[in-house]
């Protein structure tokens, strides 16, 4: 849960937190956006020891949302559609567990939604391949270093920004436009 009652809190790693944090930071509702790491073995890891591969965590957002504005299970919505949830530690041209797709439940409603979305969507057929998202308690979050905060927003001329973030703001802004911020 959040530290402010009038909100709640869902933790996504969905690859890297530059891409999605933008994506997230977009949505009514979404009071804050704070990426980090998760799931891992070592306490208060950095951005380099995340990245060597070796202390297990995933790079995640922890997502502060008003429920009154939008839901857990939109925000479900939202993370199934902006990443590949069938490949195994990659999202595109990033590769290593950090960028693994997983979600990080806080409470047994968030874990059973996350279950039946992820059931659901598998029978679908949606995806070519089956789903390998994790579905795990939330255990641990450490926040990442103050230089990813907003990384899209102060980098959009950068190449990685145009080219692998800007295509899944395009497609949030067509798939999503009506859960947007004015």
Request: aromatic share 14%; proline share 5%.
């Amino acid at each position: 849960m959040s530290e402010n009652k009038n909100t709640d809190t869902a933790v996504f790693g969905n690859g890297c937190f530059w891409c999605t944090e933008a994506v997230f930071q977009q949505l009514k509702g979404v009071v804050n956006v704070t990426s980090g790491y998760c799931g891992g073995h070592v306490v208060n890891p950095t951005y380099e020891e995340v990245c060597g591969k070796k202390t297990g965590h995933a790079e995640v957002l922890r997502i502060e949302y008003d429920p009154s504005e939008i839901n857990y299970d939109q925000l479900l919505e939202v993370f199934w559609a902006t990443h590949d949830p069938t490949t195994l530690n990659r999202q595109g041209n990033d590769e290593g567990p950090q960028y693994r797709s997983v979600i990080f439940y806080t409470n047994d409603d968030q874990k059973e939604k996350a279950e039946k979305y992820k059931l659901d969507l598998g029978k679908t057929g949606a995806f070519d391949n089956p789903i390998v998202t994790g579905i795990e308690p939330l255990t641990n979050f450490y926040p990442a270093e103050n230089y990813h905060r907003d990384y899209y927003k102060n980098h959009r001329s950068q190449p990685y920004c145009y080219y692998v973030i800007k295509p899944k703001m395009d497609k949030l802004k067509k798939v999503f436009s009506d859960r947007l911020k004015k």
